[in-house]
């Protein structure tokens, strides 16, 4: 199990700086002045990007607390915690 965690981790550790990339390039891809569509306003992509950007920063730190085995002792029922 704690292999499957860490390897979910890595997943999730690089999934981050992809959803950031595939944001940007689609911002970048259709924002136009020229456009008349809802996808081709700025301030859509704006709003966008302002709510996933930290979505995937916390993506990538629990991956990378994932990784580091962070995840690795947790307790199963209350009386492993005692």
């Known amino acids: 199990m704690n292999a499957i965690k860490r390897i979910l981790g890595i997943v ?6 992809l ?3 595939f ?11 020229n456009g008349e569509k809802d996808i081709n306003n700025p301030v859509i992509w704006i709003i966008i990007i302002a709510i996933f950007f930290p979505i995937a920063i916390g ?6 607390y994932a990784l580091k085995g962070v995840y690795n002792d947790t ?7 005692q």
């Not at 999730?12 to 700086?17: A, E, T, V």
């Not at 944001?23 to 002045?33: F, P, Q, R, T």
């Not at 307790?75 to 915690?81: F, L, M, R, Y």
């Open 12 to 17: 999730w550790l690089l999934s981050g700086p």
């Open 19 to 21: 959803i950031i990339y």
């Open 23 to 33: 944001l940007l390039m689609g911002a970048v891809h259709n924002i136009d002045s």
């Open 59 to 64: 993506l990538m730190i629990f991956g990378w």
């Open 75 to 81: 307790a199963t029922s209350s009386v492993d915690q």
